[in-house]
């Protein structure tokens, strides 16, 4: 989805009209209508306030161009509703709610959660198979590699 109908899909849903929506994120009308049309995209400001009002990430709203995945524990945050909320609302589209909670994370190492992972999400495998995997895959995290 573009942008405008993201935004259009967003008002929508919501049970808003463009007056309204203008009025919460402190534009005129006519920018609601120029970004519906696609006339114009909302600015940055206006994108992360949109994001932390409505819980839609910035990446959702430009369309998708980057497939998010937390950056802790490897899950794909396909859904907007899974991405880390920090304490002031904004969307912390680095990590998962999980792993990152009331502005804390929730593992300090990343042993504890290849520990975790290994021993609740392993499928066919043993615990020292899915050890070795989610090592493997979370070593290449940003999280882990700063
Ligand atoms: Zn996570």
């Known amino acids: 989805m573009t942008t405008s109908e993201v935004?259009?899909?967003i008002r929508e849903s919501s049970g808003l009209t463009?007056?309204?929506?203008?009025e919460k994120l402190f534009v005129t009308r006519q920018a609601?209508?120029?970004?519906?049309?696609?006339e114009t995209i909302p600015n940055t400001e206006s994108l992360k306030l949109i994001s932390k009002v409505f819980g839609v990430s910035v990446n959702t709203l430009l369309g998708s161009p980057r497939r998010?995945?937390?950056q802790m524990c490897g899950m794909p945050l396909d859904d907007?509703?899974?991405i880390c909320r920090e304490p002031d609302g904004e969307l912390n589209e680095e990590y998962c709610k999980w792993c990152r909670s009331g502005g804390e994370f929730m593992y300090k190492s990343l042993d504890d959660v290849v520990d975790y992972l290994a021993e609740h999400v392993r499928g066919e495998f043993?615990?020292?198979q899915a050890r070795?995997?989610?090592f493997g895959e979370l070593s290449k995290l940003n999280?882990?590699?700063?």
């Not at 463009?18 to 203008?22: K, S």
């Not at 609601?32 to 696609?38: D, K, V």
């Open 68 to 70: 998010l995945v937390c």
């Open 143 to 146: 999280h882990w590699n700063k």
């Open 132 to 134: 070795e995997f989610y």
């Open 7 to 9: 935004l259009k899909r």
């Open 32 to 38: 609601i209508s120029r970004w519906e049309n696609g």
């Open 80 to 82: 907007d509703g899974n």
């Open 18 to 22: 463009q007056d309204e929506m203008a």
């Open 126 to 128: 043993t615990v020292e």
